[in-house]
């Protein structure tokens, strides 16, 4: 019953907007100029956002790091300085010759990754000698002697 109350008060409400042509999307006048709706936003004081230099981007997701460009990642930085690495074993043998080098097992021709100040060199393993072992990054030769007790 009340539904049926709610349908009937609906259908004569419409009716009698109908009736006396107070349509709500027509009622602007045509000879009056459209009026521009107030601004809710003030736009004298636009907010901004600059990055500082050399600073991570706040939008960026939590622990994300964007890659590193060959270019200005790795010719960039401080030299090599052989205190740096620790030569605990060399192994020679007729083909081929292994260090261990920061408790690593590497062979000639190897890449590895020396992680300082929060970025990442290609170091690659040059030559290993008897007692020696001779690291290259871009141009720079670092010579570490074999550590013994």
């Known amino acids: 019953?009340?539904?049926?109350?709610?349908?009937?008060?609906?259908?004569?409400?419409?009716?009698?907007?109908?009736?006396?042509?107070?349509?709500?999307?027509t009622t602007e006048k045509k000879d009056a100029a459209p009026a521009t709706a107030p601004s809710l936003v003030d736009e004298k004081n636009k907010s901004t956002f600059t990055m500082p230099e050399n600073e991570r981007n706040p939008f960026w997701p939590i622990g994300w790091k964007p890659p590193l460009s060959k270019a200005g990642s790795d010719t960039a930085g401080p030299a090599l300085s052989p205190s740096i690495f620790l030569v605990s074993s060399i192994a020679l043998s007729q083909g081929e010759h292994f260090a261990i080098i920061n408790g690593k097992v590497m062979k000639e021709g190897e890449q590895f990754g020396l992680q300082m100040g929060g970025q990442t060199y290609q170091i690659?393993?040059?030559?290993?000698?008897?007692?020696?072992?001779?690291?290259?990054?871009?141009?720079?030769?670092v010579v570490v002697t074999l550590r013994r007790k």
């Open 1 to 25: 019953m009340k539904m049926f109350s709610l349908i009937i008060g609906l259908v004569v409400l419409a009716t009698c907007n109908v009736r006396a042509g107070t349509d709500p999307a």
């Open 124 to 141: 690659t393993v040059k030559a290993i000698e008897d007692g020696q072992v001779i690291l290259q990054r871009h141009d720079q030769e």
